[in-house]
């Protein structure tokens, strides 16, 4: 089972900022949060991904709350080409690096 | 772009009919992952392999489905007999030498059973 929370579906207005949370409180201490996007029909998307410390690239910043039990992806100038699935994953084990996907977030962003 | 290719982007067969599907990660990470994603949901790790070796299969893997990375380079993911329920994305990743380093996923080859 994914071991992160997302909401099932959120709207943005284009240009505006998008917050996408994702709640993790079972996260243990060396265990990183990625962020992936699929586009429908396309494979996912790498956006970002974080330990403990917020993270910003071209594409996205990635806020960790202190405790590490939630983060928050944050798009800021939303385009309708961001509309697609968002995931949060909670990387797993020591011996493999699998990612264990929920449903992710619907983003839709809207003229 | 991301570097990792597969082909054919879309599969149509008749049930009971043999796939086969080729993965070309990028070409200097070691670890190959196969995924597969049904209608609405998340990808579901299918198996990986590290070089040539496989080193976790999942439990979706039935006894039908066989994967191989015969150099360590590409590899094949094929399906026997085909049944509808295998009707899915199957999706491929690469990631590089130490673990934990991101997966760059391909475009997926798209499965439909008829």
């Known amino acids: 089972d994914a071991k992160t929370t997302q909401p099932p579906s959120m709207d943005c207005a284009e240009g505006r900022a998008a917050n996408l949370p994702c709640n993790h409180s079972?996260?243990?201490?060396?265990?990183?949060v990625y962020w992936y996007r699929q586009i429908h029909s396309q494979g996912p998307q790498y956006i970002i991904h974080?330990?403990?410390n917020n993270e910003t690239n071209e594409m996205a910043s990635l806020i960790i709350t202190e405790d590490r039990k939630s983060s928050t992806l944050i798009l800021p100038h939303a385009t309708l080409r961001d509309t697609a699935v968002y995931y949060c994953i909670v990387r797993v084990g020591d011996n493999t690096d699998k990612l264990i996907f929920g449903t992710g977030t619907r983003l839709q962003v809207f003229p | 772009d991301t570097g990792v290719s597969q082909d054919p982007r879309h599969k149509i067969t008749k049930r009971g009919q043999n796939v086969t599907f080729r993965c070309d990660p990028i070409s200097e990470h070691n670890r190959l992952y196969w995924y597969r994603q049904t209608l609405g949901q998340g990808p579901e790790f299918l198996t990986y392999f590290q070089n040539e070796a496989q080193l976790e299969k999942s439990r979706l893997l039935s006894d039908r489905f066989s994967a191989e990375r015969p150099k360590g380079s590409f590899s094949t993911l094929e399906i026997q007999r085909t049944e509808q329920g295998d009707s899915a994305m199957y999706l491929c990743?690469?990631?590089?030498?130490?673990?934990?380093?991101?997966?760059?996923f391909g475009p997926g080859t798209r499965l439909l059973v008829l």
């Open positions: 079972t996260i243990s201490g060396n265990e990183y």
């Open positions: 990743a690469s990631n590089g030498l130490t673990g934990g380093e991101t997966q760059y």
């Open positions: 974080g330990l403990k």
